[in-house]
């Protein structure tokens, strides 16, 4: 077990250092901030959404080792999707975070994703883990306000 943890902290570390689609997108037609004031982390969602399908996403902002590659993950996972396929994304992703009775085993669907399973072990990471896809969903609603992990 302690070889799979490895592994996800390797994937986290890697996500943190060298984001994917840490960018704004040129044709963005929704947006939206998002900010844990718990620990500073900021971040703007950026998506492209044409015929209900993300079909580009990006992402600004600054944060924690967990917020900046959870943005990075969520952005690979949602590229080419439709937003109801991202929605169950969102569900699946913030209930194996937070869920009591979520299982052991992450959902197949969350593939990549199920790194972030042992972040809830830290319910203090769990904001920061989170924080871009509650952004996301702001943005997919496009709702004006920041969303505040608080």
């Known amino acids: 077990m302690s070889d799979l943890r490895e592994l996800y902290q390797e994937v986290i570390l890697d996500h943190s250092k060298r984001p994917r689609n840490l960018c704004h997108p040129d ?6 901030d998002g900010h844990n004031p718990l620990c500073g982390d900021r971040i703007t969602v950026y998506l492209v959404i044409e015929d209900d399908l ?25 590229k080419g999707r439709s937003v109801a396929e991202v929605d169950r994304l969102f569900h699946l992703f913030h209930d194996m975070l937070t869920s009591r009775d979520a299982p052991v085993l992450p959902p197949a669907e969350l593939d990549k994703l199920a790194v972030f399973s042992g972040v809830r072990e830290f319910p203090v ?16 609603e496009d709702v004006a306000k920041t969303v505040s992990t608080e």
């Open 54 to 78: 993300v079909r580009d996403v990006g992402f600004e902002g600054s944060g924690c080792a967990i917020s900046t590659a959870s943005a990075s993950m969520m952005t690979e996972a949602i």
């Open 27 to 32: 044709r963005a037609n929704r947006s939206a």
């Open 125 to 140: 990471r769990v904001k920061c883990a989170t924080l871009a896809w509650h952004t996301l969903r702001a943005a997919l």
